[in-house]
T-cell receptor
Framework: DQQVKQNSPSLSVQEGRISILNCDYT??????FLWYKKYPAEGPTFLIS?????DKNEDGRFTVFLNKSAKHLSLHIVPSQPGDSAVYFC????????????FGTGTRLTIIP | DVKVTQSSRYLVKRTGEKVFLECVQD?????MFWYRQDPGLGLRLIYF???????EKGDIPEGYSVSREKKERFSLILESASTNQTSMYLC?????????????FGPGTRLTVT
């Protein structure tokens, strides 16, 4: 049972445009969400997170939006740059639980120069 | 700076061999995790540990065991490697409960079992 889903395996975006990566979850107990970025042959690196008490969190070019009623979150990258080409994983957790992260299957983002 | 290291970047083993994957973190983190990453399946949790000598099963523990004798070191053991354990293995660590759930990952070990 995939509790965190990324339905788009890949996405291509022109450099300078907005990239929007989507993630859906089924477990309503999740209350903390994270995005990780992964380059080939490297471990994932933390990008941005959001608690369920918020609906938006920004960090530079990256913004995460959370829609709790729809159990949906999205990552916006504006403007997209070639270095953003990577696989992006969303992950979910319970803040006061055991710190286990449940990951989605990933979306490969390709920025076209 | 946060640092998680894994003993090997690439490993080739034969079916039936016992395989040890080592992970070390220098951040004094309590929690450590082992994942495997496969195309189309994302990252799946194998085992995790909250403290020395403590371990808990993740989502796919079958065929694996772990050892945590020291706080900074977490080992993943494949008792008898099989071809379906060919994968990218990722180790991660995180701080105490309540201090946030952000996990820091090592570079990964790509294991091939022939």
């Amino acid at each position: 049972d995939q509790q965190v889903k990324q339905n788009s395996p890949s996405l291509s975006v022109q450099e300078g445009r907005i990239s929007i990566l989507n993630c859906d979850y089924t477990n309503s107990m999740f209350d903390y969400f994270l995005w990780y970025k992964k380059y080939p042959a490297e471990g994932p690196t933390f990008l941005i997170s959001i608690s369920s008490i918020k609906d938006k969190n920004e960090d530079g070019r990256f913004t995460v939006f959370l829609n709790k009623s729809a159990k949906h979150l999205s990552l916006h990258i504006v403007p997209s740059q070639p270095g953003d080409s990577a696989v992006y994983f969303c992950a979910a957790s319970y803040t006061f639980g055991n710190e286990k992260l449940t990951f989605g299957t990933g979306t490969r983002l390709t920025i076209i120069p | 700076d946060v640092k998680v290291t894994q003993s090997s970047r690439y490993l080739v083993k034969r079916t039936g061999e016992k395989v040890f994957l080592e992970c070390v973190q220098d951040m004094d983190h309590e929690n450590m995790f082992w994942y495997r990453q496969d195309p189309g399946l994302g990252l799946r949790l194998i085992y995790f540990s909250y403290d020395v000598k403590m371990k808990e099963k993740g989502d796919i523990p079958e065929g694996y065991s772990v050892s945590r004798e020291k706080k900074e070191r977490f080992s993943l053991i494949l008792e008898s490697a099989s071809t379906n354990q060919t994968s990218m293995y990722l180790c991660a660590s995180s701080l105490l409960r309540g201090a946030g759930v952000e996990q820091y990952f090592g570079p990964g070990t790509r294991l091939t079992v022939t």
